[in-house]
């Protein structure tokens, strides 16, 4: 009988060893239990809150959401982090590098929705729709005094050409802009670029620029990389489109820029500070379109990102490459 028993826990041991489990934070229930019931076997989902996060962590393989170096240093067995979001500035990187964490983002799948609005803000200067909601709180049907900016022909250069970059470039080639990637990554052949440079060579065609798009991640090499000096070399006329993060962009060239009338208008889904507070002086400019970082939610978002967490549940249990993997040292 002890020999069988042996003999039945070595055969059970490695069944046990492969089980996973994965909690999912600040998700409904219902969408938990859809991700539970097409995991693969040996795979448990544990909906986890803020509250209770840290208790289970001590016996999680991976997590989707969120973590900082306390929380990180609760989780023992922690071999997968899946972010919510496009950014991972947010999160322990260095820590998550030492202790072997792999870590995959969404962005790719929110390029959609926040090039959309992107362009959002950048249609409300250009076509003057801020000016015309203005006039129809007061009820007013003023026609004259608007000078509307044609897109076709101009110049968009976009400061970050990854899975938002790429999008943002596929629409300004659909109103007929010409379009300057600034990437540091050598960039594939494709009829949306017409010109790639690395940023080392930013400040060689900014001047050529009717619309600057910043839609680079945040990173070492990346902060205030849009600063003094890089307003004043804009065109004069140009506009500036901010979605990704605020601390790309120096904040109070910004405004001196917009100030003096050297720029046509911002528009910014992104601020530093964030939230922005009411005191700031970025609200008193009428040709600057702020909204609170929502670029990145839409009506689609919550489909892919739940098709992306199944496939990514998939390859972790199967012990296969991860879609989105982060590449820690370089920050995106």
């Given at each position: 009988m002890r020999v069988r028993l042996l003999s039945l826990a070595l055969i059970l041991l490695p069944l046990c060893a492969q089980n996973k489990r994965i909690l999912v934070q600040g998700y409904p229930a219902a969408e938990v239990a859809r991700l539970q019931s097409s995991a693969p076997a040996g795979v448990t989902i544990v909906p986890v809150s803020q509250a209770n996060l840290k208790v289970e962590l001590a016996t999680a393989d991976a997590l989707i959401g969120a973590?900082?170096?306390?929380?990180?240093?609760?989780?023992?067995?922690?071999?997968?982090?899946?972010?919510?979001?496009?950014?991972?500035?947010?999160?322990?990187?260095?820590?998550?590098?030492?202790?072997?964490?792999?870590?995959?983002?969404?962005?790719?799948?929110?390029?959609?929705?926040?090039?959309?609005?992107?362009?959002?803000?950048?249609?409300?200067?250009?076509?003057?729709?801020?000016?015309?909601?203005?006039?129809?709180?007061?009820?007013?049907?003023?026609?004259?005094?608007?000078?509307?900016?044609?897109?076709?022909?101009?110049?968009?250069?976009?400061?970050?050409?990854?899975?938002?970059?790429?999008?943002?470039?596929?629409?300004?080639?659909?109103?007929?802009?010409?379009?300057?990637?600034?990437?540091?990554?050598?960039?594939?052949?494709?009829?949306?670029?017409?010109?790639?440079?690395?940023?080392?060579?930013?400040?060689?065609?900014?001047?050529?620029?009717?619309?600057?798009?910043?839609?680079?991640?945040?990173?070492?090499?990346?902060?205030?990389?849009?600063?003094?000096?890089?307003?004043?070399?804009?065109?004069?006329?140009?506009?500036?489109?901010?979605?990704?993060?605020?601390?790309?962009?120096?904040?109070a060239a910004l405004v001196k820029a917009l100030d003096s009338g050297h720029l046509a208008g911002a528009g910014l889904d992104v601020t530093d500070p964030e939230p922005l507070p009411s005191s700031h002086p970025l609200w008193q400019f009428r040709n600057a379109v702020i909204t609170p970082h929502i670029a990145g939610q839409s009506d689609q978002v919550g489909g892919r990102s739940m098709d992306l967490f199944r496939e990514n549940i998939r390859r972790f249990a199967a012990g296969l490459p991860l879609l989105n993997v982060v590449d820690l040292e370089k920050q995106y």
């Open positions: 973590l900082n170096s306390e929380l990180l240093a609760a989780a023992p067995r922690l071999k997968w982090l899946q972010t919510i979001s496009a950014g991972v500035d947010n999160l322990p990187l260095a820590e998550l590098r030492a202790k072997g964490v792999t870590l995959t983002n969404s962005k790719i799948i929110m390029g959609p929705e926040i090039a959309d609005h992107a362009f959002a803000l950048l249609l409300s200067l250009t076509r003057q729709i801020n000016r015309a909601l203005s006039a129809q709180a007061s009820r007013s049907w003023a026609r004259g005094g608007y000078e509307p900016v044609e897109l076709h022909g101009k110049t968009a250069v976009i400061i970050g050409a990854g899975g938002i970059g790429m999008q943002i470039a596929q629409r300004a080639k659909g109103f007929g802009m010409k379009v300057i990637a600034v990437d540091p990554k050598e960039l594939s052949m494709t009829p949306l670029i017409d010109q790639a440079v690395t940023p080392d060579r930013l400040d060689e065609v900014l001047p050529r620029a009717d619309v600057i798009f910043v839609s680079a991640p945040l990173t070492r090499q990346s902060e205030r990389m849009v600063a003094a000096r890089q307003f004043e070399l804009m065109k004069k006329g140009a506009y500036f489109i901010a979605v990704s993060r605020g601390r790309l962009y120096d904040t």
